[in-house]
């Protein structure tokens, strides 16, 4: 069974940066793809930016030049680095975990860590 943790959220003033960490446990040595998305209140969850597990990635408009992405395999732990933080991006933000297994993917998501970005 594969974790998902999250860590690295807060409040953070507009201009300012995060660094958000998600730690996977289990067995994923499938291909595989890590991502973030975000949910504001009143509003569906989103797409922020996400990365396989041979580096392929891939980012929201809204996050372009402002937010990387990145990971480490040998620790199985995906980052963000958020720059420049905006108070549009204030939300809940979410890793997902899609590993290819077979003809299928297996879902996983974390527990969430709220970013606020605020004067």
């Known amino acids: 069974q594969v974790q998902l943790v999250e860590s690295g959220g807060g409040l953070v003033q507009p201009g300012g940066s995060l660094r958000l960490s998600c730690a996977a446990s289990?067995?994923?040595?499938?291909?595989?793809?890590m991502g973030w998305y975000r949910q504001a209140p009143g509003k569906q969850r989103e797409l922020v930016a996400d990365?396989?597990?041979?580096?392929?990635?891939n980012y929201a408009d809204f996050v372009k030049g402002r937010f990387t992405i990145s990971r480490d395999n040998a620790k199985n732990t995906m980052y963000l680095e958020m720059n420049s933080l905006k108070p549009e991006d204030t939300a809940v933000y979410y890793c997902?975990?899609?590993?290819?297994?077979?003809?299928?993917?297996?879902?996983?998501w974390g527990q969430g860590t709220q970013v606020t970005v605020s004067s």
């Open positions: 289990g067995n994923i040595l499938r291909f595989n793809i």
């Open positions: 997902k975990l899609d590993v290819l297994n077979g003809i299928k993917w297996d879902i996983y």
């Open positions: 990365i396989s597990s041979v580096g392929t990635t």
